[in-house]
């Protein structure tokens, strides 16, 4: 088994391959976003900007890819180490691959995504709310789209401001709480499964970011319905409550709205899975090997 690096908590290799993982997935893959949001919007993918300026908005993403994916990484994995130790206090054995009686450990990773889902929507609901109504057209930049949310300060004050900077929160925690309740189970099981057939403690970042992959799809196809309600919510010019706007969209374009834009979505999470949890696996083990926090934790380093 491979240490941390000295003085590398796995607390900061998280943090900082989250970081990375998140603004790499983003920036790559943001055209297919931008298309994906189009055809969700209301007005029409050609009203909403068709094929032209794919970046719009980008300069949001930048700002916010990075702490949120941070953010769930953290809590994520911290989430983790915290149920290991409990099984650890109550008896009942560690991870599967250190023999333990381990068959909580799928809920455990679903508790742990929902956590970390939770607090990365702290910053990912506002960064979302201003990307995607730059991606619509309805303002040049993501810059122009801030500052007319803010400028409602004026009449709505400093709380309907918040409000609309976190337009879409409930309904972007429903997509992405059932989204990583599916991607990470199947992620985690199927490293889980690779490490018991190679033998190997780890699991390289090609074989972690093809697993994502395949997590991402299955996920981001179920999730569909949920996203174009959260889409479609943002893009509103007023508010409305997520019932009213999905019965508005089964009366005015039927049951197949709910699936608009489902096969970019499944294309763009498919690869940004990979992309993603890739780039996660590369940079954590370079930052401190193969370690787990569980381990780490168990072992007493110091370091956690």
Known sequence: MSAPTKGQSPFTQALLAGALAGTTVDLSLYPVDTLKTRLQSSAG????????????????????SAPSAALFFVTYEATKTWFYARRERTGRGGSARAGGNAWTEPFEHMAAATL??????????????????????????????LRAILARRRTVGVGGVWREMYRGWGVTVMREVPFTVIQFPLWEGMKEWRRRTTGKEGVGAVESGLFGSVAGAVAAGVTTPLDVLKTRMMLAREKMGMWELAGGILRER?????????????????????????????????????MHWEECNKSRCGMC
């Open 45 to 64: 993918f050609a009203s909403a900007g068709g094929f032209r300026g794919i970046y719009a908005g980008v300069g949001s993403a930048l700002v916010g």
């Open 116 to 145: 970390g889902e939770v607090a990365a929507c702290a910053v990912r609901v506002p960064t979302e709310v201003v990307k995607q109504r730059a991606q619509a057209v309805q303002y040049a930049s993501s810059r122009a789209a």
């Open 254 to 290: 039927g049951g197949r709205a709910f699936f608009a834009g489902m096969g970019p979505r499944v294309l763009w999470i498919s690869a940004g899975g990979a992309v993603f949890l890739g780039s996660y696996q590369w940079a954590y083990n370079a930052l401190g090997g193969t």
